[in-house]
Every structure is written in structure tokens, then in C-alpha cells.
């Protein structure tokens, strides 16, 4: 059976998500991580892809970006991921895949969700329970976002840059987002997107696609209330 194509429109934001294979480790030590950076640093702008937030974890990475071309994300994680994985073979003597087969990834409605898509991503490491707060995590985005570290590659989305008046305002804002409680509801509706090729949207901006994309772009279907969920964090 043939797999589906991706579904890609254009201008808006692309959640992605790449585990090792097996849910074997994809990082060994401090250069494997620095490597991975140094990467996404590179071919990002080649690839037309300004990235919003980003946490490497242990066995899986998250990426946040804007593509710009339509190709963007394919030919990024593409390259993105050849160059790591012959990095990687040659370092420990391995052969073989590094990562599961295709990346999975999602379009983000970036009014409703860019911000919460981010924040989940930088909580990554609290919710598997490595740190107590993202500013201690060493492999995200967050220290950026919400601290002002200089970075090469990150990118903030325009709604970060609505966030306050001047740099500080947006940085208080930011951190401010991590304040409030995730809800559970809303972590498996960004899992549920992510793991369909879904979108992460909402019903407005669903209908202001035209048809075969709205109903490729449908994470439930129209009508319907989604099943409640127990499911927490």
C-alpha cells in the first residue's frame, strides 16, 4: 500500500517528531547533542526553515519551524538526518538505521496552538521527569525562548514577538506561559495531531481551506465531539 503524502500547507508551522529506532538512544554524550545543533544550525537556512523551539531528547528529537517552500520540511529532515546518522556510524562504529522509518509530523494552526505547540515541546524533559523545569535542561530551545541565551538558528515566530513591547516584556511573557498548568486535553490533542499527520487546528481554520484539504486536515471528523480522555500528562 502506498503511504500517504504528507500533509503540507503552505505558511504555517510544521511540528515534527523523529524517535530512534526501536526506541533505541539516538545521542550517546555531550558531542552527539552539540553535532545535532550544529546541523539543524547549517541546513535550516538552506533549507528555508526558520525554526521556533526544539528538545533533543535521549531517543527522540521534536522540531518546531516555518517552512518557507513547500519541500522544506522534506528536504531538512532528509539531510538533516543522513548527515547525522553518518556522523554517528563512523563515531560508534555502528551500522544500520539510527532513526524509525519517516518523521512524523503535523501543520500547526499558529494562532490557537504555535505557543502551546512550543511549550510542549520545551516540557518534554519535566514530563518524562529527567528535570523539575525546563531552564534545566540543557537540549531545548527554552533557555532561549523564555531567557534570552543567544542562538544561530532559532527563529521566533511572530507571536512570541507579540508577547511583550521590547525584549524583556517578551521574555517575562514567555516564561509566563510555563506558569499554568498544562491540561491533559490538550497534551493528547497535540499527540493525536502529531501521530495522525493531522493538523492541529481549529474548526475556523479548517474551513477556510478548500475541501480535499480540509478533509485530509481533519483531526476528527466534522460534526462529531472528540471522546472524552482520561489520559494525563
Not at 550517546?28 to 528555508?48: F, G, K, N
Request: aromatic share 10%; net charge positive.
Amino acid at each position: 500500500m502506498p503511504r500517504q503524502a504528507r500533509l503540507r500547507i503552505p505558511g504555517y508551522p510544521v511540528h515534527v517528531i523523529q524517535r530512534g529506532n526501536n526506541k533505541a538512544a539516538c545521542f550517546v554524550d555531550e558531542r552527539d547533542y552539540r553535532l545535532y545543533l550544529s546541523l539543524l544550525d547549517e541546513l535550516s537556512p538552506l533549507y528555508q526553515c526558520d525554526v521556533h523551539a526544539y528538545v533533543l531528547m535521549t531517543n527522540h528529537v521534536h522540531l518546531l519551524f516555518t517552512p518557507r517552500t513547500i519541500d522544506g520540511p522534506s528536504l531538512l529532515m532528509k539531510y538533516l538526518g543522513q548527515r547525522f546518522v553518518q556522523y554517528m556510524n563512523r563515531k560508534h562504529g555502528r551500522s544500520g538505521r539510527l532513526f524509525e522509518g519517516r518523521f512524523r509530523s503535523c501543520v500547526v494552526d499558529s494562532d490557537t496552538y504555535l505557543l502551546a505547540c512550543q511549550r510542549y515541546i520545551e516540557m518534554n524533559p519535566v514530563r518524562a521527569g529527567m528535570v523539575n523545569h525546563p531552564s534545566h535542561y540543557r537540549w531545548s530551545s527554552y533557555r532561549t525562548n523564555a531567557e534570552g541565551l543567544p542562538s544561530d538558528f532559532i527563529v521566533p515566530h511572530e507571536l512570541h514577538l507579540a508577547l511583550g513591547a521590547d525584549r524583556e516584556a517578551r521574555l517575562r511573557g514567555y516564561r509566563a506561559l510555563f506558569e499554568v498548568p498544562e491540561m491533559p486535553s490538550q497534551l493528547e490533542r497535540i499527540r493525536k495531531a502529531l501521530n495522525s499527520g493531522k493538523a492541529l487546528a481549529t474548526e475556523t481554520f479548517l474551513d477556510a481551506l478548500d475541501e480535499p484539504t480540509r478533509e485530509r486536515a481533519a483531526l476528527r471528523e466534522r460534526g462529531r465531539r472528540p471522546p472524552e480522555t482520561s489520559r494525563s500528562a
